[in-house]
């Protein structure tokens, strides 16, 4: 959990909220004793990013087209100008402002994009997470000698398991359907070709995959903060160390929730690309 990389607080709430908002996520990094690292500022569409390793981004028909959209017909708002409609649709997932004391307002689609697409990786920048860290530090208590998780972490977590708890999975895939042309743009904007939804897909399995550990996972400290004892554990992505992190009982039920919404966004999908005319504009 060294602060380079602890963590990806993305609970269901955001991938179901970010994922179902755009989706998935949110990650976030655990601020450990001792870290004074500052993110720089957001970066914009404009900016330069790193090659993506994907394997289906240069793919030219989508692996997972998107079905159709139900709903408004209302024109989408152009990406950089989508903040407010994005929040109150957003809004609307929960029925009430428990996502709105968490999620950051400014740029909120490219910061799901971005962190989705960041998920997998062993890394992550704390600018482009589109929610709020938890409050408070995590904490680490010795146990028979040993170094382990604080039990009281979890509470750090009960707002956003409120969040993932409270989407429909139904009603976010459709929101996301709705306003998927706004998430392939800003996944173009990260550099990369392909599309949005078959990363989404790919990232959700990815966090399906994840471990779950039986027992106390020990820790041992270092640089900054503590890291895992064991090897297979401080290997695994930002995404997955935090699936692991959140306890048994909350990653159970992040699974239950990313399974549903994986199931509703695969749902009526057309057999291929040329049926919907989704190909990525050039």
Partial sequence: MRSQ???SKWVAGLLVV???A???????REKLAGEKAASPPFATASSSAPAHAG????????????????????????????????????????????????????????RMVSTIDALPKHTIGMNIVPLRTPTG????????????????????????????????????????????????????DLGTG?????????????????????GILQL???????VYANPDDEQLSVGQKFMIRVGSANEAKLKAKLRALREAILADAPANASSTGSRPSA
């Fill in 5 to 7: 990389s602890s963590g």
């Fill in 220 to 226: 041992i400290p270092a640089k900054e903060g503590y």
């Fill in 55 to 110: 394997t289906a981004h240069d793919a030219a028909l989508p692996q997972h087209p998107i079905g159709p959209a139900s709903g408004s017909t209302a024109a989408l708002p152009p990406l950089d100008q989508s903040d407010d409609a994005v929040l109150a649709g957003l809004l609307a997932l929960t029925g009430d402002d428990a996502l709105k004391s968490l999620l950051k307002p400014q740029a909120i689609i490219s």
């Fill in 137 to 188: 530090r995590f904490q680490v208590q010795s146990d028979d000698g040993m170094f382990v998780e604080s039990k009281k972490n979890l509470e750090r977590y009960d707002t956003y398991m409120y969040v993932a708890d409270h989407v429909n999975p139904q009603v976010a895939a459709a929101w996301y359907k709705r306003n998927y042309p706004l998430f392939q743009e800003a996944y173009r």
């Fill in 194 to 214: 392909g599309y949005f939804n078959d990363r989404l897909i790919e990232v959700i399995d990815h966090l399906l995959a994840a471990p779950e550990p039986k």
């Fill in 22 to 28: 755009g989706v998935g996520v949110f990650v976030y």
């Fill in 18 to 20: 970010a994922i179902a």
